[in-house]
């Protein structure tokens, strides 16, 4: 576990797969992830893609939790490129109650963390759709710079919308520590979910459900 | 939620799916309104390989998106989709078919299709919907033609079904004469119907 | 084959491949790929061509349309394509390479561009191309503005250029509604083939 100021970085097991198997079909999910086609994702699919990030070399799949223990979402890094020590970053945030809290802003942070404090990185990018200010304003607090729109970029929902660009350097990261400090992070208070039923009795589970 | 309906959500496949319903879909007489007049038996082996054959389709670039249908009630009563997406001369084909046959008749077929067709002009921007159905499926008929479906084509003796032959007819929509899914929805009461069956809609 | 004025697109067979170590030794390549350090034996080309079969096989449902570009009498000159194509959204991003320096500034490119543009909006129906360059490729950023690509991001300090330190990237993007045809651009530009 590394720990943060509202959320903590935890490995992508247990529960988090069961989880993934809603956030994946989730409109964060979407959101985060602009380029693929929006198709409902299986079970396998879920289960093929934990197991791709497992063992993606340039790439990683982690899980943040509230201090409290309750899951919120996942940080994905990907394709990191040594050359230009760049990668693609991605905060979901699957359990949509924590949308716009600062437990999600800190997801970011512990990502951005990792990806200039832990990787080196000289640059992180990230992408929103034009009309989605609670990301916006994500990335702005935590010092991403605009740097254009992408018109009409991809379908959505009826039409083509613009994608909002941004970009934070290396040397614009005033480190982990001094941001919190700065944006004075304040936890939603949000009682956590239930516990999850144990799933791993697969055959226990069918039995039930003949039940 | 993808595909959120009234009577029907449009949901990922669950294993329940395939290594369960699709085996009692398969042998019952949904398939044969639903194929055109297939009816042989089916194992669960053969199942399990149509199963492995869908997954290597996808990975292959097979371009069809398919959910599966779930009543209010919870329980899983088929699978609706774009069998194929053409996206170079952007049209789709649609197929459905609900294999529990107590839920026929009730608008969950109707439902399930406006659901689809609102997805498909929506965020793939296909200039047009085609479906095929068999001449003996009036109530596909009827469902299609009031959703906005016009007959293009009969093919004479394009199936055979329960031992004569019948009408293949297919159907197709364009962009500009789908109406919303929001008008067709007040249109057939399925609000009304959908309450009426399952209580309050939340 | 796209058949243009000074270039032709051909399918991207032996005939290019055979020039690849060259080319991807050459300045060409190093403009082409944002700043790498060129030097490539053949067997790493091969290898990438390999790796490069695989990716493409992984990425189902994202196909990508690769043309090899030569001049009329049949003088391989490098390549264009569109190396990501969503048809789900549409929208293509387009690469080039004139990789034999001294074709460079005749209107080879220019061409090429034409045809793939044409051949993206009329055959494909695609709602938008888009493309990145650097800011240091000012023969890429005149291109751009004189067939009518707007400069819709500036990300900064994004690629490590041999020599040069990091530098921006950009990206170019057209619709649909703005490709005036091929007929009209080359009036506007004053192509002309050559004989």
Redesign the interface.
Known sequence: MIEGKLVDLVPFEDDYATYL?SWM??EAWFRAHLWE?????????VKKFIEKMEKNERGALIGFQAKNGDPIGCVIFDHEWSRVRKADVTVVVGDTRYEGTDEALDGLLMLLRYCFETRSLHRVDAVALTFDEVKFDMYERAGFAHEGTLRQHI????DYVDIEMFGLLEDEWPGYETITEKLGLQPSGLEPKPKLEKKDDKDGAKDN?KK | ??LHGLLVD???????FHEEKMHTFWNNESRWWATMGDNQPVTRAEIKRMNEER?QG??????G????MRARDGNIIGSAGLNW?D??N?YGMLGSWIGEPDYWSGGHGTDALLLLAEYA?????LRRLILFTMGPNIRAQRNVERCGFKLEARQRDGGYAGGEWVTSLAYGMLREEWQGRETLVEQFNLRERAEKRYGALD | MLEGLLVDLVPYGKRFLDQEHRWHNSEAWFWATAGEWVIVSRDAINRYRAEEAERRAER??I?SVYFGIQTKDGKPLGDIAMNWVL??H?LAMLGACISEPEYWGGGYGTDALLLILDYAFNW??M?KIWLGTMDINERVKRQMIKVGFVLEARERSFHMVDGHGWVDGLLYGMLRDEWPGREAMINKLGLKART
């Open positions: 198997e079909n989730e086609r929006r198709e409902p994702h299986t079970e396998d699919m379908r959505y929902d009826g459900d | 939620m993808l449009l949901v990922p496949f669950t294993r329940e997954i996808h990975e292959r670039g097979y371009t998106i398919h959910f599966m997406l996206y170079w952007r002009f929506n965020w793939y921007d | 189902h449902n196909p048809p789900y549409r494909l129906d709602h």
